[in-house]
């Protein structure tokens, strides 16, 4: 599986971005999908995550509210809508694909796609 994010860019606070994970290859309707984020000097950390199947979807407290994950099987594609936007969700945005029995643990996912930055401007 391969992992293209992109959607990324320059946006003022209180407003709002989506990014997009796109896949080439086989499996990936049968697996979790998710948003980690890292910003200089910090470690890298889970924002959200799509499960395949029914799709039950997690967030981290921070972004509760906010973000919005979601997936569309037919275009291997898993969308992170980011509403609110705030000065400290300022970071390189990365997907991740796996079967992880910890969601927001990165090492617990096999695959992933190269950052995309966010941006936020105050």
């Known amino acids: 599986v391969q992992l293209q994010a992109s959607g990324g860019g320059l946006v003022q606070a209180g407003g709002s971005r989506r990014l997009s994970c796109s896949a080439s290859g086989r499996g990936f309707i049968n697996y979790t999908v998710a948003w980690f984020r890292q910003a200089p000097g910090k470690e890298r950390e889970f924002v959200s995550a799509?499960?395949?199947?029914?799709?039950?979807?997690y967030y981290d407290d921070f972004v509760k509210g906010r973000f919005t994950i979601f997936r569309d099987n037919d275009k291997k594609t898993v969308y992170l809508q980011m509403n609110s936007l705030k000065p400290e969700d300022t970071a390189s945005y990365y997907c991740?694909?796996?079967?992880?029995?910890?969601?927001?643990?990165?090492?617990?996912?096999?695959?992933w796609g190269q950052g995309t930055q966010v941006t936020v401007s105050s």
């Open positions: 799509v499960k395949y199947g029914v799709g039950t979807t």
């Open positions: 991740a694909t796996g079967t992880p029995l910890v969601w927001a643990d990165p090492s617990e996912y096999d695959y």
